[in-house]
């Protein structure tokens, strides 16, 4: 048999031409997300003020398997996509395991993540609508950079919240986003009322995405032809995401391969809820029975600690509640270099599932995420961001295990992003002056003690 190539890249033409809905599989669905001021299930047009109406309309179905890509968004896609599929031959041989470790690199884009998948969707379905205008936060900045790139392809103006901590840190992420014409604020400012009031009650307070997350949300609410959009978390978000994990197990069959483990990384679950999107249809349709595996910082360890509950997705309470493994949106997470990792909450499909017995979690410390993300830089030579260095961190643990047992397991794991803005955590863990926070139960508690009390939490 021939050997397996090192990057296999699918053709133009081997391309999906739709997105995968894994709720269309699910017997049991996630929990409704809820109106914060009656408490019943919202419905379409109640989101038609924060959302465009395809997208909230995505955001219920929980029918439709396959969506359709429309064409100018497959357009944008293939400028840079597909994605390889890579075999890490030298990283297997230096971990001297039986194990065969594939990747998916999603980083081979401006934006240097996933979250172009998304951006380009949520642009080109508010442009079709007739917005002229979108907002969105970001915290480590992926998000804005994507966002900003959709919306100069569409032409759309954008305001940014950048997390006021990120937009002092990361300069660089801010030049990147208004070399695309965005609009970039810090957050909180004083731009909205919830940003003057959070403002008033800590003036020194360096932001959160929640936070962010309020006033852009009250942005978009109050300006004329605008809507908000998020990058991670929704069930829309998650369902173009399908698209590296459709991608993936086209290009895995072209080599005879399937997945005996799926390792993703997981912030608010969109890149893991893509990747997994096919692999989990096996499971769920009785086809396969893949282990999947999320993997979390132990700073902020929302599956592997927290409470599946209703909880917001913002700090200033705006948004619909959605029943999720949550640490409560006034979780303050401490610093941590893996900012895409830090949000208190979880994607609602991912929770349920989780949940239900069908996906595993485990969470790793830092100092353990960057000796991997070290190690697979010298033997890969690809940079990866500290967010995706956490499945990497997975990955080899499971290829030792393999060592240890002698197994010949086929690993696949997503490689989100590359790590060029991320410099200073590298100094850090170089340095030695990188610091590892597990939250105590008393740190958590005070988390959940911010979680609405409402009966369906009882
Ligand atoms: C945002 C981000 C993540 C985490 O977000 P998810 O929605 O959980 O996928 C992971 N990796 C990178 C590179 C990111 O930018």
């Known amino acids: 048999m021939a050997k397996i190539p090192h990057r296999l890249y699918l053709t133009e033409e081997q391309m999906p031409k739709q997105w995968y809905n894994l709720r269309a599989d699910m017997k049991e669905q996630p929990d409704p997300l809820l109106n914060p001021g009656t408490l019943q299930p919202i419905t379409e047009p109640e989101l038609y003020p924060i959302f465009c109406e395809a997208l909230a309309h995505q955001e219920l179905d929980s029918t439709e398997r396959y969506v359709d890509i429309p064409e100018e ?35 081979n884009n401006t934006s240097g993540s996933h979250k172009l998948n998304s951006a380009i969707a949520q642009a080109y379905y508010a442009k079709a609508q007739g917005v002229t205008r979108l907002t969105t936060e970001t915290g480590a900045g992926q998000w804005g950079t994507a966002l900003s790139e959709a919306c100069s392809y569409f032409g759309l103006d954008l305001d940014v919240f950048m997390v006021k901590v990120s937009y002092e840190q990361k300069p660089f992420r801010k030049a990147v986003m208004q070399v695309f014409d965005a609009n970039v604020t810090p957050s909180p400012s004083m731009t909205t009322e919830i940003g003057r009031k959070i403002l008033e009650e800590n003036p020194g307070t360096g932001g959160s995405l929640g936070c962010a997350i309020s006033e852009a949300v009250e942005k978009a609410t109050t300006s004329e032809n605008c809507r908000y959009v998020l990058g991670s978390v929704l069930n829309q978000v998650l369902l ?76 200033g309470k705006v948004t619909p509640m959605a029943r999720m493994y949550t640490l409560g949106s006034g979780f303050m997470p401490a610093p ?79 490689l989100t992003g590359t790590g060029y803005f991320d410099m200073t ?22 988390g959940f003690d911010t979680l609405p009390d409402i009966p369906q939490n009882k």
């Open 336 to 414: 941590n270099h893996a900012g895409g990792l830090r949000y208190h909450g979880m994607s609602p499909i991912l929770s349920k599932l989780y949940h239900d017995g069908y996906m595993e979690a485990v969470s790793v410390t830092q100092t353990d995420v960057f000796d991997a993300a070290v190690q697979f830089a010298k033997k890969e030579t690809i940079l990866p961001a500290p967010e995706s260095a956490h499945a990497i961190r997975a990955a080899i643990d499971e290829a030792l295990r393999c060592k240890e047992s002698g197994e010949a397991k086929t690993i696949l794991f997503g």
């Open 240 to 315: 173009h995401q399908s698209i590296i994990g459709l991608e993936s197990k086209i290009a895995m069959e072209q080599l005879g391969e399937y997945p005996d483990v799926v390792i993703g990384c997981a912030g608010g679950g969109s890149n893991l809820g893509g990747l997994i999107a096919p692999f989990m249809q096996d499971k769920l349709l009785g086809r396969a029975n893949p282990r999947i595996v999320a993997v979390e910082p132990a700073s902020c360890p929302s599956l592997t600690r927290g409470r599946y509950a209703y909880d917001f997705c913002d700090t």
């Open 73 to 107: 968004v497959q357009e944008m896609y293939k400028v840079y996509r597909p994605s390889p599929l890579i075999r890490a031959y030298n990283l297997e041989k230096a971990l001297d395991t039986p194990a065969k470790i594939y990747y998916k690199f999603e980083g």
């Open 425 to 446: 955590a590298y100094n850090a863990y170089l340095d030695g002056s990188m610091k590892n926070h597990i939250p105590d139960d008393a740190e958590l508690q005070r």
